[in-house]
């Protein structure tokens, strides 16, 4: 095997356990019925044990109102998940229904592993008409409907307050990346071993929201959207903020994780989903915030909804059970009273108003709110898209470290990357 042809192997298994995201095989399992006569269906998904405990009282929730469906469950957390998925799913025995992501959708469905729920929606099992902010199309992929959210996010600027407030900068709607160089150069001279911000040159959504803001995109529905010339300047630009001190370096940020060198306390900004900001207000003592994407222009931040989903196995024995149970879980007020942002914001308007948020949950729904004039449609990626933002981490943390130059890292990116996007 090659050496080139070794790594591709290898970023497609880090690929698989990036944010959690994948379905690597396929199977003609499922769910079966019980011998007293209910439908038994197979539900699983990744996550902590806080994330279970509240799923499983929502089943809770489900069985009592359909007393004839009985809802089996397992999960883990996301790494063990995906291995565990995997064999299920080679062994041709998947879950019915199971965690996805819209980002997996193109995927998957082009390997005839998804459902299409559409059926169900027309036969009444699946209601789609309560969604929040065009949720409702989230899932669709090439006219088929691959997957229903059950939460939504989107990018944001987590900061720390008070150092933000100190170095006498507000950043609000319109900001631009201008404004926020001179902000993260102000704060990291205020004090010794503290920056800025968290070096977020490897994060594939961002730099997709900076493409987005110059009309292009970091994907198109077949490969790429950017040229070698677009990375280059992109991955230069932290390489020499690094270079500068303004950025937090790689070594120091490898020695606090699993927390973000924000929540250690390394930087006083970080680009991020949105509902990251329970993890890191749980990590830190400071006050923390969420601020929109600066701007290349003062106004298109690029910005959309991203969300985890609810996808059913093409091959299980009971599309109306599966449709009818998703159905429960995205438009039951009580199943959002009692998840509430765990997954991100919740999906339909009658799940909405009833949680109350509290905390960082409030700041998350205020952050959200404030947006949604700026959002804007997002595409299914295309298959391989796992592997590809896998390298991009990597590559640009080879940069990061100093063992790989920009131009050369540029290089191998697009080189994996062809590779991976059979392009």
Known sequence: MSSRRSRITSLRALGAGLA???????????????????????????GAQDRADMINKTIDLFEKEH??????????????????FNTQAAGGNPP????????????????????????????GNLDLGDFRQGLDKAGEVDGKLLGVPVGANTFSLVYDVKAFEEAGVTPEPGWTWEDFDKAVEKIGASKEDFWGASDNG??????????????????????????????????????????????????????????SSL??????????????????TSETDRELALAPIPTTDGEKTGQY???????????????????????????????G?????????????AQFEAYEPKGPDALIAEYENSVTEYLEPITPHPAGADTVEAAFLSIYGSIAQGTTSVD?????FFDEAKTALGS
């Open 20 to 46: 959690a995201l994948g379905l690597l095989a396929s199977g003609c399992g499922g769910g079966g019925d019980s011998a007293n006569g209910k439908v038994t269906i197979r539900y699983s998904w990744w």
């Open 67 to 84: 007393p004839n469906i009985e809802v089996k469950t397992d999960f883990q957390e996301y790494n063990d998940f995906w291995t565990k």
């Open 96 to 123: 019915d229904v199971f965690q996805n992501s819209h980002a997996f959708l193109r995927k998957y469905g082009q390997k005839n592993l998804l459902l299409d729920l559409n059926a169900q929606v027309k036969a």
């Open 202 to 259: 490897g994060v594939m959504y961002l730099y997709d929201l900076y493409l987005r803001q110059q009309g292009k995109a970091f994907f198109t529905e077949k490969g790429l959207g950017f040229s070698e010339a677009d990375l280059k300047k992109w991955w230069g630009d932290h390489n020499a903020k690094n270079k500068e001190g303004l950025l937090v370096p790689a070594k120091q940020s490898e020695q606090v994780k699993p927390k």
């Open 263 to 280: 929540s250690a306390g390394l930087s006083a900004a970080e680009f991020t989903w949105d509902n990251f900001l329970v993890r890191y």
């Open 305 to 335: 909804l991203s969300s985890l989903m609810l996808s059913a196995s093409a091959r299980t024995k009971h599309p109306e059970e599966v449709a009818t149970f998703i159905d429960f879980m995205v438009n039951d007020p009580e199943v």
């Open 337 to 349: 009273k009692t998840m509430g942002y765990n997954r991100g914001v919740l999906p339909t308007n």
């Open 408 to 412: 050369a890292g540029v290089a191998q």
